[in-house]
């Protein structure tokens, strides 16, 4: 059964990076597109991006100029970076597969953006 | 790429049906048979319910079924029951050239 969990920083500043990494277990992260969703509190999930093994990327428009997602298949991980954050960046982030039958979440990660 | 559409809120009584509509484009819902649908309890990451419109996966029960006509996809649920009491998305890959994923705006359903 594969398992994802997410880590990183809970808070962030405005204006800084927001960096959050995804560990894959019981599973190879060499097959399936592997993505970043997120909520913002109380509201609607929103797809960030996907990436597959190989490292070809595919972003949502609204964010692409903000995001860079990342593979590290010798760690079984894969990484986002959203840059210049802002208060409407706070959200809980899930990293998870979105593979028609092969669905797997993680259990998600609050980020606040904060002074 | 836009959200897709969603009713904010149904609600229904024990044992009756329901169904949330997720409308789109002729760019999403319309070419592509693969929305799936989600169900999300306060506080817990989003499960499958549906995937490629209409199939269950394991363990999902049978009350749940997906349906598609047009740039309209619909999930019915059949006798309901107070654990069914939750937010539903959909969501679809789109775009022709660059298969973007997009969520439907959630509907919070009430078992009244």
């Known amino acids: 059964q594969v398992q994802l969990q997410e880590s990183g920083p809970g808070l962030v500043k405005p204006s800084e990076t927001l960096s959050l990494t995804c560990t894959v277990s019981g599973g190879s992260i060499s097959s399936y597109y592997w993505s970043w969703i997120r909520q913002p509190p109380g509201k609607g999930l929103e797809w960030i991006g996907y990436i597959y093994y190989s490292g070809s990327t595919n972003y949502n428009p609204s964010l692409k100029s903000r995001v860079t997602i990342s593979v590290d298949t010798s760690k079984n991980q894969f990484s986002l970076k959203l840059s210049s954050v802002t208060a409407a960046d706070t959200a809980v982030y899930y990293c998870?597969?979105?593979?028609?039958?092969?669905?797997?979440w993680g259990q998600g990660t609050l980020v606040t953006v904060s002074s | 790429q836009s959200a897709l559409t969603q009713p904010a809120s149904v609600s229904g009584s024990p044992g009756q049906s329901i169904t949330i509509s997720c409308t789109g484009t002729?760019?999403?819902?319309?070419?592509?048979?693969?929305v799936s649908w989600y169900q999300q309890h306060p506080g817990k990451a989003p499960k499958l319910m549906i995937y490629?419109?209409?199939k269950r996966p394991s363990g999902v029960s049978n009350r749940f079924s997906g349906s598609k006509s047009g740039n309209t996809a619909s999930l019915t649920i059949s006798g309901l029951q107070a654990e069914d009491e939750a937010d539903y998305y959909c969501c679809s890959y789109a775009g022709s050239s660059t298969l973007h994923v997009v969520f439907g705006g959630g509907t919070k359903l009430t078992v009244l």
């Open positions: 998870a597969i979105l593979g028609g039958k092969a669905d797997y």
């Open positions: 002729s760019s999403d819902v319309g070419s592509y048979n693969l």
């Open positions: 490629e419109g209409s």
